[in-house]
Structures are given as structure tokens and as C-alpha cells.
């Protein structure tokens, strides 16, 4: 039970986080360089790369760990509208496409999951959050009957999110291991 509730304590934390980044300064600093760009969509989404990481290490828990920061930036985005279908539906596809694609890999023997006695294929997990991208960028545009111009938008914020989020990431984790 307890690590159920570090495991969603860190992932929606981390979810909420990134969110709070994406909208509260990296949106402004978008908005500031292309003020013309039609979209509110964010061209650097970086809890996509939080959903990935948070599937690739905590597998189908990931899904029950991201979903109440997923609510509370859906509700802080939508107010009272979180509950709508649409909304409701949006998040779902949030916090299981990733989780699926992952156990979709593993069942057709190409098992992503980190395990101690081998190096995570960081390219691999970046190939399946390119993947999710793909899927989640469409059925969030179809549940919200967006234009296609948001597809596009999505896409490119969920990839571009997830590398520098990885690239970020690697950085960090060099500089533990040089330290350590």
C-alpha cells in the first residue's frame, strides 16, 4: 500500500509539475515568439514525457498513479467542465495509451520494462513515446473534435516534450553518477 501511494504521490506530482511549466511559463514564452500560431496547444508538452516514463517504470500502476494529477490539471485547465464526456474521455486516453502501448510491445516479445540485469534502451522508450504521441494526439483530437491543425500541434509538443524531458533527464542522471 505504501508504495501505491509513493508510486502516485511522485507520478501525479511530477504529472502536475510539468504541467504547471508547460502552461504557466513555457505557453507565455510561446506566445511571446509566435504570437500568430493559431493553436493552444503547447509546442513543448512535458508531461507526455512524464506519462512515458511514468509507464515505462511503473507499468499498468502508471495509470492509477497519473490519473489524479491528470484530473487536477484537467479540472485546473477546465474548471467545472472537467466532467464533461469529452474531458472524461480525454483523460482516460491520457493515462492508458501509454501503459498499452508498452504491455503492446512486450507482448509481441520486445520487453521495454527496465530490469536490473540489463541498460534501458532509452531510444526504445523514446520509439514508444513517438508512438503514443501519434495515438494520443489523434484520439484526444477526436474526443475533443479539435481541427487538424491541433493534431499537428499535440503531436509536436508530446515528442518535442518527451525528448527534452529524457534529455533532461540523462543530464541529470550523469551528473549523480559522476558525483556518486
Known sequence: MRRWASDTLFASLAYVVASFLTFEV???LQNVFFPEYPSRASLLFLPHGVRVLSAWLLGWRAIFALLPGVFLVFAFLGGADVFLPSRLLAMAIAVTTV?????LCKWLGWDLFPHPDRKPCWSCVMGVGIITSFLVSALTNMAFGSARVEYIAFLIGDISGLFFLMLG?????RVMDRQG
Open 99 to 103: 501503459p498499452a502501448v508498452f504491455y
Open 169 to 173: 533527464l540523462y543530464f541529470t542522471l
Open 26 to 28: 513555457l505557453m507565455p
